[in-house]
């Protein structure tokens, strides 16, 4: 009797909105009374957030305040200034899962707790709930990973804003700093459900990024219980990125990206990867189509660079289309371009080596759509000149090989070395018979390799 009074009391405050039910009610008499193994679920199956489910709630009640309720006897408050109330709770089957504790009544009261995400991440908070207003401490688990402050107004419509400030706060591998409104609107349709969604929108103002100062970050979205659509994201003028990504199964991805005159050296040191800037630079505009299911995303992309390096080789211009399932991508169609002359690039990035030196291991230079794939090439630079080398293994202990010379602008063409082609059949190690031809030099014999 005293589980069916609790949940239908419950039902009735929350306007029959939901199913309220209690596993177990223990205590009451020397301890206050603990309902266990509460579930609310929404009576509405279309809502955005179906079900929660709490462990624990430790109340201010002992079983003689529900006698007298029985006995027609007004029940005081769950919560009043000197009430304390302890909960544990879990969604989505134990994903995600935390405690709240609740000191004082809603209009002036202290909260502490944690969330735990998918029995990885912990997140810590603190604060106070006073006149209608909140603020809260954020903290992930550990020391030196930095915090978030959320306040705002306790929203009794339709429309909820949070200010955030961010301060050093360590996620994905970033330091991030800056202040932000986070504002949602939850619409709810009575008449057609199935539109139930919340519309909201993130702003940030003055983003440091690894402690650097960085484009301000703009965004806004519509979130159903089956999908989160992008409506618009912009990080200043330089990109710009919109799509769907539906997370009822089968999970898929539908995202594009833009991204217009950004330097690629100004985005590595921004985003912590220093070394990759001696090995690409340049300004790039582009269009990334990301698509498919979760986990077997594919990417299709078009994109040209203007007055750059790839692996330390310089040029004026370069277009390619690349495309291939995460986190690999096939250069399909390319074109580096010099007052010199121009090559082509082929083979296939590993995106996990993004900002090593090995990015472009796999990458091979060619000569043009019928001719040679090199399987190795690389270039050193001399007073004025830089030298680009290219090999290829023919058959056995066959190769070919050929040197490029590549002026800078400050010198005249005429002046650089001339161009070389060679043949090697190879004896041994360091040894090789070979045949070298130039414009005024050529070569046959032995040749033998030292290293000083």
């Not at 000191?103 to 006149?131: C, T």
């Not at 960085?214 to 519509?222: E, I």
């Amino acid at each position: 009797q005293l589980k069916s009074l609790a949940e239908a009391k419950v039902e009735d405050a929350l306007g029959g909105k939901v199913d309220f039910s209690i596993g177990s009610i223990d205590g009451g008499i020397i301890h206050p009374i603990v309902l266990s193994d509460i579930r609310i679920r929404q009576a509405d199956a279309s809502r955005l957030f179906q079900s929660l489910v709490i462990d624990s709630i430790r109340t201010n009640y002992y079983i003689k305040d529900v006698v007298s309720a029985l006995t027609g006897r007004e029940l005081k408050p769950l919560l009043d200034k000197d009430s304390s109330a302890y909960v544990n709770f879990s969604v989505k089957g134990g994903d995600i899962k935390g405690f709240v504790g609740l000191y004082g009544d809603l209009s002036d009261s202290k909260i502490d707790g944690y969330l735990i995400f998918y029995a990885d991440s912990r997140i810590d908070f603190s604060g106070r709930i006073k006149d209608g207003k909140f603020e809260i401490m954020i903290k992930p688990d550990g020391l030196g990973k930095g915090s978030v402050r959320a306040s705002g107004d306790i929203a009794t419509g339709s429309i909820h804003t949070v200010n955030l400030k961010f301060d050093h706060l360590k996620a994905f591998g970033f330091d991030i700093s800056c202040d932000a409104v986070l504002k949602n609107e939850f619409i709810d349709n009575k008449d057609r459900p199935s539109l139930n969604r919340v519309e909201g929108g993130l702003e940030t103002k003055n983003l440091i990024l690894n402690f650097k100062p960085f484009v301000d970050l703009k965004t806004s979205y519509v979130v159903t219980r089956d999908s989160i659509e992008l409506t618009d994201f912009s990080l200043g003028e330089l990109f710009r990125a919109y799509g769907k990504i539906v997370m009822k199964d089968p999970q898929e991805v539908d995202l594009t990206l833009l991204a217009n005159n950004v330097s690629l050296s100004w985005l590595m040191l921004a985003l912590g990867k220093k070394e990759a800037t001696s090995m690409l630079a340049g300004t790039i505009n582009g269009k990334f189509v990301i698509k498919g299911p979760v986990g077997k995303v594919n990417v299709s992309s078009s994109l040209n660079v203007k007055g750059g390096s790839i692996g330390g080789l310089n040029f004026d211009y370069m277009t390619a289309t690349l495309k291939g399932d995460l986190p690999f991508l096939k250069i399909e169609d390319s074109r580096i371009t010099r007052n010199s002359g121009y090559f082509a690039i082929a083979g296939e990035f590993d995106l996990t080596r993004a900002g090593k030196d090995n990015l472009f291991d796999d990458i091979k230079l060619v000569t043009d759509d019928t001719a040679i794939t090199w399987d190795e090439w690389k270039s050193s630079q001399g007073k004025d000149v830089r030298e680009l080398t290219m090999k290829k293994n023919i058959v056995g202990k066959f190769g070919f090989g050929y040197k490029k010379f590549v002026k800078e602008d400050n010198i005249d063409e005429s002046s650089r070395d001339s161009d070389e082609m060679h043949l090697d059949y190879n004896l041994q190690a360091n040894d090789s018979l070979k045949v070298m031809v130039a414009q005024d030099n050529d070569f046959f014999g032995f040749e033998h390799k030292d290293k000083f």
